[in-house]
């Protein structure tokens, strides 16, 4: 058997990803099948079972795809010129994010990430790596915040995990009514409440 090439390899795999991510939106992650995959690919099974052994392998990859695939954080908000502008900043870069095509067509992806996590340990642990991705910059950005005196004294760590409730739940509102979030007085709104909420009057002035 001929090798592949590394090119070839990786198109392959990024294939059956896609085909995968199609199965699983529209059947849901337990009631998808390897053959389900394989039809969607139009694949033998072996051309599937060489680059993934199993469903949740497959699910696995889907989930770190999704990890490396979206920037929440673009390099210009993170060095902007305040810390108030980098983390609004930070924050109209995940409403970007979320409110593009891309990953709105991906995002039901999300619902059996949640239900799957609590199941297996598995993808526990790349679920926690995808929190940590986002939880982790909010958090230092907050804290450099409160401490060169932009922000006032906080719990740095649980305003990052309530910023992040705040988007899940826009996701699921997005999900079944797409009418129902509007994104551009999203990110406005999310800026006034860090302003009214982190910030004394006359630092918003300045």
Not at 134 to 146: A, C, H, K, M, S
């Amino acid at each position: 058997m001929p090798k592949l090439r590394s090119e070839t390899i990786a198109a392959r795999k990024a294939h059956i990803l896609k085909s995968a991510m199609v199965c699983f939106a529209n059947n849901g992650y337990h009631q998808t099948t390897m053959e389900d995959i394989v039809q969607e690919a139009g694949l033998s099974k072996g051309g599937l079972y060489v680059h993934f052994s199993s469903k949740k392998e497959l699910f696995i990859a889907l989930i770190e795809c999704f990890i490396d695939e979206f920037s929440f954080f673009p390099t210009s908000a993170i060095t902007g010129p305040t810390t108030y502008e980098r983390l609004t900043g930070i924050l109209s870069g995940m409403v970007a994010t979320i409110a593009s095509d891309t990953f709105r067509e991906t995002s039901s992806l999300m619902t059996d990430v949640w239900a799957q996590n609590s199941r297996d340990q598995d993808i526990n642990q790349v679920v926690l790596r995808l929190y940590a991705q986002v939880r982790y910059p909010l958090t230092q950005l907050i804290n450099e915040g409160i401490a060169d005196g932009t922000f006032k004294p906080i719990d740095a760590n649980a305003l990052a995990n309530i910023l992040i409730a705040v988007f899940e739940g826009l996701i699921i509102q997005d999900m079944v009514d797409e009418s129902s979030v509007d994104w551009t007085a999203v990110s406005g709104t999310l800026d006034s409440l860090i302003a009214g909420q982190l910030m004394d009057g006359d630092q918003r002035t300045q």
